[in-house]
């Protein structure tokens, strides 16, 4: 009989191996006790032993402000009072009673203690006598144990990523957004034909609001956000989110801007509330709702209700469109578009719809990443509003998108995606859940991310479209006054998925590049734009990041590798100083060659071998955008007219 050297085994009588169990040698190593024993005599304790309490705990030393003062307990006092008051609802007379912590740990959370309560004053139902438990601010740790604990499709993937399920939607629900009209918004906002904000009245904001609250409260847990927008300092917004999913803090700790623990210490009172509600439906019988989902937003109020709709990206750009009411009133405009900056310091802007390449291309590995979709320029310069990214990822690939792909790890909230059960490795190409599948991380992924994330004055202004009739040049070179046409024009063919519904790309005109999150009338934002466009000398360029020799179904979309060369000879300057020829019809200046690009993509018909179909779907495009600017051809752009003149101009003439 062998032995292992950890003992000696001896036959016994039933011819079963005995093991003794007594040292031979003082310094053999052989048993469960040889190692220094832990510090506890309950197992209890040495699970208590395991987390130790996040700093600071007490004040920063020298912060001049109020809090600072405050013991521990008190500040603990107010955070909670605070949230309770974002809580409260006419079920009860305050807001309810908020213990932070998980209710399933009720025995290994010091925080549950009674002084940590804000007790109502009155009790008038059953719900007013129960706890509401808050899920402050949690670490992305916590909230993957509570998804994965709770939320039915929550994974790890082989990454390392938080696999979720956004439930019935998959995409933006712009048709059940609203807004409140009250006597200010009505002349403050836009409204009417192509105005994205559908009108309610405060009554039914606060039926729908009542609803949330009341949802949220019955809950055993809510989860609470207290974050930024903008990293503009001096404009930066405080925003708090309440929501019920672990997925939904963890999608906003990405997307918005963390604050330092001394910044949460500090945090106050909120310039923004969300109450998402998503897994709860409004009642259909309220008035102006026309589905079970709604979105609405009352600004002198500063809340945002979201019923119905567990897609995440409501949120984030429900919260752009609040960016869009406020930032203009400070003159400072504000963009759907990405940003990003060379070793030079030369800013660029990306604007454009969904799915044309502002995330895509303004990730880029020879330049530092402001940010990918939300930014303000005021007289400063570019800030992000955001203090992450939201990637496509369908088609996703670590050979053409290595940033994005090296991304997506722990931390990063992954929606909607399909992976193999047991390697859970994500197959990037699977759309059986949606074509919109998304990859939610914090900016800090992107290797080079500039933190914090503010940059000078644009230098290039480039206007992304994807165009599905293939008949847009890979890049032409525009004047100011092609920009504002082009800009209030927003042009794109939907790619399928982010708008719920939308399965087939579409012609669509959408203002500004992001008619669905502006709250002003388009012409306000077009006359900032060429006021700083103008004052700081940037060019604008339209790029087709669609496709090429024939429309969608026929010809093919222009490779990414090439729309980079294009990017990168926007970049250096390279491509201000090439040779320009004018197209028929859109009367836009396209290179006639450029490094790294075969020539003859430059000029769209020459991809065409029907020359004719070429020439028929040109004017076929050109009527739609011609159709399209009718609405605005009587609006005055800006203080100057000539500029108007030269806008209704820059547009196509057949
Ligand atoms: N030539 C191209 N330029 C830009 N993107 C392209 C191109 N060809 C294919 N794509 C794909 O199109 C999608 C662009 O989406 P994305 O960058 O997320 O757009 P946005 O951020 O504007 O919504 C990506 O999935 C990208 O891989
Ligand atoms: C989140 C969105 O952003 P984008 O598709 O522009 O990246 C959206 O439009 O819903
Ligand atoms: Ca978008
Ligand atoms: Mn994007």
Redesign the pocket.
């Known amino acids: 009989m062998a032995s292992n050297g950890n003992g000696s085994m001896t036959m016994n009588g039933n011819g079963l191996a005995k093991i003794q169990t007594h040292k031979k040698h003082s310094n053999e190593i052989c048993h469960d006790d040889s190692g220094p024993t832990v510090k506890a005599q309950t197992i209890a304790e040495l699970h208590s032993l395991q987390k130790k309490r996040s700093a600071p705990t007490t004040p920063i030393e020298g912060t001049q402000t109020p809090f600072a003062t405050l013991s521990e307990e008190e500040r603990h006092r107010q955070q909670l009072k605070s949230i309770s008051a974002s809580l409260a609802s006419l079920t009860r007379e305050t807001g309810p009673k908020v213990v932070k912590g998980d209710p399933a740990r009720k025995s290994e959370t010091p925080r549950v203690s009674h002084e940590h309560h804000i007790a109502p004053t009155i009790v008038v139902t059953d719900s007013a006598l129960k706890f509401t438990h808050v899920l402050y601010n949690l670490s992305p740790a916590e909230l993957y144990e509570q998804a994965i604990k709770y939320e039915k499709g929550s994974f790890i993937t082989s990454s390392g990523a938080l696999a979720t399920l956004s439930g019935a939607k998959t995409g933006r629900s712009p048709r059940d957004k609203r807004v409140v009209k009250d006597d200010d918004t009505e002349n403050e906002l836009w409204w009417g034909k192509g105005s994205p904000n559908i009108e309610m009245d405060e009554h039914t904001f606060m039926v729908n609001r009542e609803r949330a609250v009341d949802y949220l409260n019955s809950l055993d847990k809510v989860y609470v956000n207290d974050q930024f927008l903008n990293w503009d300092p001096e404009n930066k917004i405080k925003v708090r989110i309440v929501s019920a999913r672990a997925y939904h803090s963890l999608f906003m700790h990405n997307m918005c801007i963390r604050p330092t623990p001394e910044e949460l210490e500090n945090f106050g009172t909120p310039d923004f509330t969300i109450y998402n509600a998503g897994q709860f439906p409004c009642n259909r019988y309220t008035h102006y709702m026309t589905s079970s989902t709604s979105i609405d937003l009352h600004l002198a109020r500063r809340e945002m209700v979201i019923l119905g709709t567990q897609y995440a990206g409501e949120m984030k750009k429900g919260l752009f469109s609040v960016m869009h009411y406020l930032m203009p009133k400070r003159h400072i405009l504000s963009l759907h578009s ?1 940003c990003n900056i060379g070793k030079d310091g030369d800013v660029a802007l ?1 604007f ?10 303004s990730t880029d590995h020879n330049r530092y990443l402001i940010g ?2 939300e930014h303000c320029w005021s007289e400063t310069g570019v800030s992000n509003i955001e203090g992450g990214c939201y ?2 990822c ?3 690939s670590k050979e ?2 290595p940033d994005i792909f090296n991304a997506i790890r722990f931390g990063t909230v992954l929606e909607n995606v399909v992976f193999d059960e047991h390697t859970r490795q994500v197959d990037y190409s699977d759309k059986s859940v949606t074509e919109n599948t998304r990859a939610a991380y914090p900016i800090e992924y992107i290797p080079n991310a500039l933190l914090p994330c503010v940059g000078p004055h644009p230098k290039n202004v480039i206007l ?1 479209a ?1 165009d599905a009739f293939g008949v847009l040049p890979p890049v032409s070179k525009l004047n100011l006054a092609q920009t504002m046409y082009h800009f209030i024009s927003g042009y794109t063919a939907l ?1 399928a998925g ?1 708008e719920d519904g939308i399965k087939e790309p579409q012609a669509t005109f959408s203002a500004c590049f992001g008619a669905a999150f502006i709250m002003l009338h388009p012409t306000k934002y077009a006359a900032m734009l060429a006021e700083k466009m103008q004052k700081h000398g940037a060019t604008g360029w339209l790029v087709n ?1 669609g496709w090429s020799g024939g429309s969608y179904g026929y010809g093919s ?4 590798p ?2 980079r060369k294009i990017i990168d000879a926007i970049h250096s300057g390279n491509l201000l100083n090439a040779n320009y020829q004018k197209t028929e019809i859109f009367g836009l200046e396209i290179p006639t060659a450029l490094e790294g690009v075969p020539s003859e993509i430059l000029e769209p018909v020459n991809m065409w071998s029907d020359k004719k179909a070429y020439k028929e779907t040109l004017l076929k495009l050109a009527g739609l955008f011609k159709k399209n600017f009718e609405t605005f051809t009587n609006y005055k752009i800006g203080k100057d007219s000539k500029l108007t003149e030269e806008i209704l101009a820059a547009g196509p003439i057949f």
Request: proline letters at 0%; a positive charge.
């Open positions: 990405g990306f454009g719809l969904s799915g044309t390449g502002k995330t895509t291309l990918d979709d990637a496509k369908i088609d996703l053409k998108e992304l994807c790619v982010t990041t979309r222009i490779k990414l090439y729309t």
